[in-house]
């Protein structure tokens, strides 16, 4: 059996001393809840084999260790001694992404661009340019033979004075590098702003396997493939109004043989003969096309034509002939797609999901089972963020089940975290620091890695989303109902994206006529609004996130800038 070469192999190096960075660890530094090195490992996920060069950082198992020699001896030093542990002995010329591991901002969609950059034009190498336009001569795609003869030339030189003559450079905004406490401040800012958490999310998140499903069940799913026709549509030449069926020239004698939907079991037309005819009936054997009632006249059994000819045919195959693509993959099969699917003939697709979601409620001070008739326990609340939460879960495609109440105990959460069955798990509760939070103790304790820690957004800025081993996504939301809300509707159809590999729906944005007077500075904000009936919107401000008093009577939520960001206000609900 063939084994299918790999579309690239990858060596990060992480070995620097960091000088303009006071000598700090810089590939653990975080940003936007990510070690830099977790970030590099995320974009060369796609890679056949990966090699760190540095110290020992107790990585995945898949990803190969290495350090050059002597230690701190440079990047091409260490790039000879990533070459030398990836191993490809075996003739394959496989393209090698070299990268640092100081690229807070870098996607494995960037990755891919340079590898294509790479394979179209032939070049021995590739290298992205940041959006200020410097090259960046330690973020590019080689070819594994011009990589070898360049460290092999001059193993203590700069990789900048051994650029192939003919290398080439892609313009990549978002691939800027951090040098500096004051890049690596800028970094963590982006990271924490909506935008760059919802972008992270889509594009680091692993998507679901695909299954098999039957058309009527893969409702909430996403293609996994095109949807592809199995037959042609109209699957016959059909009539499109109720009129008459003709053969040849008029004027024509109509004949007592009327075609109804469904039905094939008229008489066959002779040249200057009609017949009436319903929409959607199959044409008559002998008829050329279809004349609607009000273009014609009728004395008699004669049949003649008031318009120029039109014909109201639905001619087989017009639609769509067999083999078309109707739906790329990455499109949500929603009433629509199933029903062009019954229409081409297609009893099953390709699909991920639907997402299964499994939603708890947290903290001793909810009266989660408490009923609303019963008297609330002295320094309780009722539960009251769980289904506003569960029905924004449902909106963005994911099923839901109730996980039960969490009780602020820490071995609870690590019970929560590792249930199965479960591809989203949500916990409303418990993202704060305090004493009774105790989400983040029970992650750490399973081996979750943290993709997001805190948003900069008011409110629901305590959120967190975590990958646990298990593949299953974590979203903790702020514990209050409004901050629940908020967050639920900025980043679960962001997860659902990624997690089906869906394509993300372009933004809605609105006018708003008082958005200045509530834009916060240095934090987005989320507030109800509604429309004003001239095309415009008005906001309201809050009345506190203990309840969600102020989004009674309103028709959407919106997403505000900070005062100093120029940016859209965008509506999420």
Known sequence: MTVPQPRFDAIILAGGRARRLAGADKPAERVGGRRLIDIALDAVAAAGRTVVVGPDRG?????????????????????AAGLAALGRDDGTDVPVVVLASDLP?????????????????????????????????????????????ATAAAPDASVRSLLPADARFLALPGTADVDTPDDLDHARRRAAGPPAVRGLLRSVLRPLSPVVLPVDAAAGAVLAEPLTA???????????????????????????????????????????????????AALPAGAQRVIRHEETELHGDRLTETSS????????????????????????????????????????????????????????EIAADTPADAPLPYGTVPDTASGPVADLLRRAGAEVTGGGHLSDRPEVFRAALTTPDADLIVVIGATGHGVADHLRTALTAEGAQILVDGIALRPGGSVIVARMPSGAVLLGLGGNPLAAVAGTALLAPAILDGLLD????????????????????????????????????????????????????????????????????ERLI
Do not use: K
Request: aromatic content about 4%; proline content about 9%; charged content about 20%.
């Open 59 to 79: 990585l995945p198992s898949p990803v190969l260790s290495a350090r050059e020699e002597p230690p701190h001896a440079g990047p091409v030093a260490a790039i």
């Open 309 to 364: 000819g039109r014909d109201d045919t639905r001619r087989s195959g017009s639609a769509w002939p067999a083999g078309a693509v109707l739906a790329p993959a990455g499109l949500g099969v929603d009433a629509a797609v199933r029903s062009a699917a019954r229409a081409a003939r297609v009893a099953e697709i390709t699909a991920r999901g639907p997402v299964r979601a499994r939603l708890h409620t947290s903290g001793d």
């Open 230 to 280: 199995a037959a042609a549509f109209p699957p016959f030449d059909a009539s499109a109004m109720d009129g008459y069926a003709v053969a040849g020239p008029g004027p024509w004698t109509l004949l007592d043989a009327p075609r109804a939907a469904g039905h094939t079991d008229s008489r066959a037309l002779d040249p200057g003969q009609a017949a009436p005819i319903a929409t959607g």
């Open 105 to 149: 901002d870098l996607t494995a969609a960037q990755v891919e661009r340079l590898c294509r950059e790479l394979r179209e034009t032939g070049a021995p190498a590739v290298f992205a340019a940041d959006g200020d336009g410097r090259a960046q001569y330690l973020l590019g795609a080689w070819s594994a033979s011009a990589l070898a003869a």
């Open 502 to 569: 869906r394509a993300p729906r372009a933004p809605e944005f609105l006018d708003v006529i008082d958005a200045e007077e509530v834009r916060l500075a240095a934090r987005w904000r989320v507030l109800p609004v509604e429309p004003d009936g001239a095309g415009r919107w008005t906001v309201t401000a809050g009345r506190g996130t203990g309840h969600l008093l102020s989004a009674i009577g309103h028709r959407g939520l919106a997403l505000l800038p900070p005062a100093e960001v120029t940016a859209a206000v």
